[in-house]
């Protein structure tokens, strides 16, 4: 009986001290963390400097616009688009045809996460985050868009 106590309590330290060692109050970066969910969540190897997360929230018209863009732009291989709509309100058909830069993101990862709120932007600076801009508010949608086009052309 004594061996039993003594196996239960050496299996009871062993997992309190790495549970107390392995999981300190580390705090993940948003780099880190969108590089987790881009690499292991949806399976994307490539570069990329900036994000467009298109989601199905604000405006219709400004879903319409942004779809635009994503068309415009699906080709360059510096943007990584990654579509997190049920298509409700857009048919994405004309973005299912095979291009590795689109991705479709039926889990919702980086607004789970709350990287994102909406369709959104997320542009690099090197590793590093530079801007995060939403693309889902009509009053700055145009600005917006024109920014990130002024960015990628550079």
């Known amino acids: 009986m004594t061996y039993i106590k003594q196996i239960i309590n050496y299996t009871l330290f062993t997992s309190i ?6 999981c300190g109050n580390k ?3 948003n780099e ?38 994503i068309k415009e732009n699906k080709t360059n291989k510096n943007i990584l688009f990654i579509i997190q709509s049920d298509e409700q309100l857009i048919n994405l058909s004309e973005l299912k045809e095979k291009q590795g830069n689109i991705i479709f993101d039926y889990k919702k990862y980086l607004y789970n996460y709350n990287v994102v709120n909406g369709s959104s932007a997320i542009l690099f600076n090197g ?18 868009i024109a920014f990130i086009k002024n960015r990628i052309d550079n």
Do not use: A, W
């Open 32 to 69: 880190k963390l969108i590089e987790h969910l881009i690499k292991d969540s949806l399976g994307y190897k490539d570069n990329y400097n900036s994000i467009v997360v298109f989601q199905e929230k604000g405006c219709i018209h400004c879903q319409h616009r942004l779809f635009d863009f």
């Open 17 to 22: 001290t790495l549970l107390t060692l392995g």
């Open 127 to 144: 590793s590093k985050i530079d801007t995060i801009m939403p693309l889902d508010d009509s009053s700055s949608l145009s600005r917006n």
């Open 27 to 29: 705090v993940i970066s």
